[in-house]
C-alpha cells in the first residue's frame, strides 16, 4: 500500500478513472448487444432502432480513449452490414 501522500491520491484517482472507463465500456457492450439480439431475431426495425444509440455509445467510447479509432469503425461497420443484411 501506498504511504506517501501523492501516491495515496494517484491511487483514488486511479480507481475513478477505471470506474468510468468501466462505466463506458459496459455501456458500449450492451448497446452492440441489443443490436445484435434484434439482428439474430430478425428484426429489422427493431435493429435499426437499436444501431443509432450503439453508434452513439461506440463514438463516445473513442471520444473518450475507451476505444481505439480502428476499433471503434471496425465495430460500426460490422453492426451497419448486419442490419443491412436483414
Not at 10 to 16: L, N, P, S, T
Not at 73 to 80: F, G, M, P, V
Amino acid at each position: 500500500m501506498a504511504n506517501i501522500k501523492s501516491a495515496k491520491k494517484r491511487v483514488k484517482v486511479i480507481a475513478k478513472k477505471a470506474l468510468r472507463n468501466k462505466m463506458i465500456k459496459s455501456r458500449t457492450k450492451t448497446a452492440i448487444k441489443k443490436v445484435v439480439v434484434a439482428v439474430n431475431s430478425k428484426d429489422k426495425a427493431a435493429a435499426q432502432a437499436a444501431l443509432t444509440p450503439a453508434i452513439s455509445a461506440i463514438d463516445k467510447a473513442y471520444t473518450k480513449g475507451i476505444m481505439h479509432r480502428n476499433a471503434a469503425a471496425r465495430k460500426k461497420s460490422s453492426l451497419t452490414k448486419m442490419v443491412n443484411a436483414l
